[in-house]
C-alpha cells in the first residue's frame, strides 16, 4: 500500500495486530499492538501488510491542526512542527485515540470531540512532536456561562451535543471550554452529559414506559447502549432497576 503526499495529517494507533505490517521505506519496521504512526501532511510512504490487524485512523486538515496548536499552547500556528514517527511507544496519545475510536464505535459525538483536543494536547506536549507547554487553566467558567451550558444540555438530552456546539455557546475554544468546564462542575460535559441522562432515566423508569422508549428519551442510540451504561455507571440494569423501584412503591 501506499501513501503518496496525502492531504492533512494521519494519526494512525494500532489496536489489535500488526506484526504483520512493514514499512519499506521505514527501516523495515514491523507494527505492534499499541503502536502509534504520524505521517504529516504531503508525506509518502511504503507499506506492506501480510496479516489482519485492527487499526485508528485520525485524519486531521492542516489548518484544524494549526488552529488546536495555538489554542493549546498559544504559539503562533506556524511554529508548528509536524515529525514523521513510525510504530513510536506514546501511552497518553495512544490512550486518547484508543477513545477516540471508542467513541466512533458509540457514536457519541461528544466523547469522541472530547478525545480528540485530549489527544491534540497530548501530541504538542510530547519532546518528540513539539515539546511545547500546554496552556495553564486554573479558572472555571463564569456562573452565567456555566449555567448557559448546563440549561443547554438539559434540553437537549435527548439529542447528539457536540464539544463544538457546547464551546460555541461559552465563547470559547474546545480545549478552553473542556478544561474549564472541569474546574467549575467536576467532570467533563461529556460526564456531566451521562450523569444527566442517567437522573432523567431513572425519573422515566418509574413510569411504564417501554426502556426501548426512555433510551431514546434521554439520548442514548439504542435500549442496549442505555444498558450498558446505566449498568456501568450504577452496577444495575434498568429492568432491574425498573423493579426494585416498584417493590419500594
Not at 499552547?73 to 475510536?101: G, I, K, N, Q, S
Not at 485530549?118 to 456562573?143: C, H, M, N, T
Not at 474549564?180 to 422515566?204: D, N
Request: charged letters at 20%.
Amino acid at each position: 500500500m501506499s501513501y503518496q503526499r496525502p492531504d492533512g495529517h494521519t494519526f494512525s494507533l494500532y489496536l489489535q495486530g500488526g506484526a504483520g505490517t512493514r514499512r519499506l521505506d521505514g527501516g523495515a519496521l514491523n507494527g505492534w499492538p499499541g503502536a502509534l504512526c504520524i505521517m504529516p501532511q504531503g508525506a509518502s510512504s511504503e507499506w506492506e501488510i501480510t496479516d489482519a490487524f485492527e487499526f485508528v485512523h485520525l485524519y486531521v486538515a492542516d489548518d484544524e491542526l494549526r488552529r488546536a496548536f495555538t489554542e493549546t499552547v498559544e504559539r503562533d500556528c506556524r511554529l508548528m512542527v509536524m515529525p514523521e514517527a513510525t510504530f513510536d511507544h506514546a501511552p497518553a496519545l495512544a490512550a486518547a485515540l484508543h477513545r477516540v475510536a471508542d467513541a466512533t464505535r458509540a457514536g457519541d459525538a461528544l466523547l469522541a470531540g472530547e478525545a480528540m483536543t485530549e489527544a491534540f494536547a497530548s501530541l504538542f506536549v510530547d519532546p518528540r512532536y513539539g515539546g511545547s507547554r500546554p496552556i495553564a487553566i486554573k479558572s472555571g467558567l463564569a456562573p452565567a456561562v456555566r449555567r448557559r451550558i448546563t440549561d443547554y444540555i438539559e434540553a437537549h438530552l435527548d439529542m447528539q451535543v457536540s464539544l463544538a456546539e457546547l464551546a460555541a455557546i461559552a465563547g470559547l475554544s474546545e480545549f478552553h471550554l473542556q478544561r474549564m468546564f472541569r474546574a467549575s462542575c467536576g467532570v467533563s460535559p461529556h460526564g456531566w452529559v451521562q450523569h444527566r441522562r442517567l437522573a432523567r432515566a431513572k425519573t422515566l423508569l418509574a413510569g411504564g414506559d417501554p426502556i426501548a422508549q426512555i433510551a431514546s428519551a434521554c439520548g442514548f442510540s439504542s435500549q442496549s447502549h442505555m444498558t450498558r451504561v446505566f449498568k456501568a455507571m450504577t452496577g444495575t440494569t434498568p429492568s432491574a432497576y425498573r423493579h426494585s423501584v416498584a417493590a419500594r412503591a
